[in-house]
């Protein structure tokens, strides 16, 4: 059982207010706030421990250099890799699926190959392998999805050709909040010898994941989302596939040696990893990852269940809504329209009452043009939410009822 009055406690950001109203932040799909413990992790480290990495001789560099790696341990244990040098530190899941587009796909896919993705996949996970097709000539071919916005496995399947090179697809949808049937979707793919990578952007803060039961060749998602900081992601990559795979970006501390020759470039994962990182944020990604395992995300999941159960009738009671997204498995997210009132409007009107949702597209046009909307109003939920935020929201929509009468 969560705690919730206490959780709230570590988040400051909860008690502070907008237009004098109590926030109450429901943007989490955005990017989640952030614990005490992971800001002082990030303070801590700059105002005591503050060196680079990797290559300095001196006690703050060896001492910097070994919590840096630990972090990478913690992300192992956090997703259940077998091997430290599988953890690439990038910018985030869009960083990530571009190193993978540019590496692996460079390499691997040529004119006339193909690349699958879902019709529920962020931009992030669409457009750096359109990039790759433009390059390549290879074609970008899409799995379509249900009514109510669920994978149509049996489509995808049958995409599944000779020609395709990987299979690209998101755990959880942020536009719709649909859980993918991932591990099925894996073993279809291996059942034909395509390698998947997997978008956990929206799964990670929500259920937890082990890449090594799920069997998935990549699996991408970002700190920030995670209640860690900006700027800093992983790319989890099996080892076979990531030591054949060329370096994305050259410079200091991916290589072996340089000569105006020849360079040789250093082994995984620093391979990956050029130029100076992220390092205060890794600090403070570590100290995500142990408010999360100190929460426990079963109960994390459970707790997030009931709340988005509830808060689903509550919203269907509201007259004129309806609800984009009705997979049979979701998490935290209630994407809605209300007839005749345009998104931006909704996103306004609960702005002024201190309720922060997203309106917009959700970077995921094309799942908006499935459903044939301009765009949704979005609530998306974290563990610090309450039914009485819920409570707040919904009375907020009455009112932009009323504004629209
Ligand atoms: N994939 C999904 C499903 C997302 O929700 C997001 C962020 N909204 C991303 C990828 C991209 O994440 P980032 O912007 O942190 O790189």
């Not at 207010?17 to 801590?44: M, W």
């Not at 250099?65 to 244990?77: G, P």
């Not at 501390?253 to 360079?263: A, P």
């Not at 799942?367 to 109003?377: C, G, K």
Request: charged content about 20%; some cysteine; glycine content about 8%.
């Amino acid at each position: 059982m969560l705690n919730i009055n206490e959780i709230r406690k570590d988040f400051l950001i909860l008690n502070t207010f907008v237009h004098g109203k109590p926030l109450v932040y429901l943007d989490n799909a955005a990017t989640t706030q952030k614990p005490r413990s992971v800001i002082e992790a990030v303070q801590h480290y700059y105002a005591g421990e503050n060196a680079n990495i990797h290559r300095g001789i001196h006690q703050l560099s060896h001492a910097a250099t070994k919590k840096y790696e630990n972090v990478r341990d913690k992300i192992k244990n956090f997703v259940h890799a077998e091997k430290t040098e599988e953890i690439v530190f990038v910018r985030g899941a869009t960083e990530a699926i571009n190193l993978v587009a540019q590496t692996y796909g460079r390499s691997q896919v040529g004119e006339g190959d193909e690349i699958l993705v879902s019709h529920m996949e962020h931009h992030s996970n669409i457009v750096p392998w359109q990039m790759l097709c433009e390059k390549k000539g290879a074609v970008l071919k899409v799995i379509p999805i249900n009514d109510a916005g669920e994978i149509i496995l049996e489509e995808y399947e049958e995409l599944i050709s000779p020609r395709t090179k990987i299979v690209s697809v998101t755990h959880m949808s942020n536009a719709l909040g649909t859980i993918n049937p991932i591990k099925e979707i894996i073993k279809t793919a291996h059942d034909k010898g395509v390698p998947v990578l997997v978008d956990g952007a929206q799964a990670v803060s929500h259920m937890s994941v082990d890449v090594q039961d799920l069997d998935c060749d990549f699996y991408v998602f970002s700190a920030h989302k995670m209640f860690g900081p900006t700027g800093i992601g992983v790319l989890y990559g099996k080892k076979e596939l990531m030591e054949k795979m060329p370096p994305y970006q050259g410079g200091g501390d991916m290589i072996l040696s340089v000569t105006f020759e020849k360079t040789k470039y250093h082994d995984l994962p620093h391979k990956f990893e050029a130029g100076t990182p992220a390092i205060a944020s890794v600090m403070g990604l570590g100290a995500a990852v142990d408010y999360i395992h100190n929460v426990g995300l079963d109960n994390v999941a459970k707790y997030e269940e009931e709340l988005l159960h509830y808060a689903t009738e509550k919203l269907l009671k509201i007259p004129h809504l309806r609800m984009i997204g009705t997979s049979q498995n979701k998490a935290g997210v209630l994407s809605f329209v209300m007839e005749g009132i345009h998104p931006h409007d909704v996103g306004t009107i609960l702005d002024k009452e201190g309720i922060a949702v997203r309106a917009g597209h959700h970077c995921a046009q094309p799942v908006m043009d499935r459903f044939q909307v301009p765009a949704t109003s979005r609530a998306s939920l974290a563990l610090y939410n309450t039914r009485k935020e819920i409570d707040l929201l919904a009375q907020g929509l009455l009112k932009v009822l009323n504004v629209f009468k």
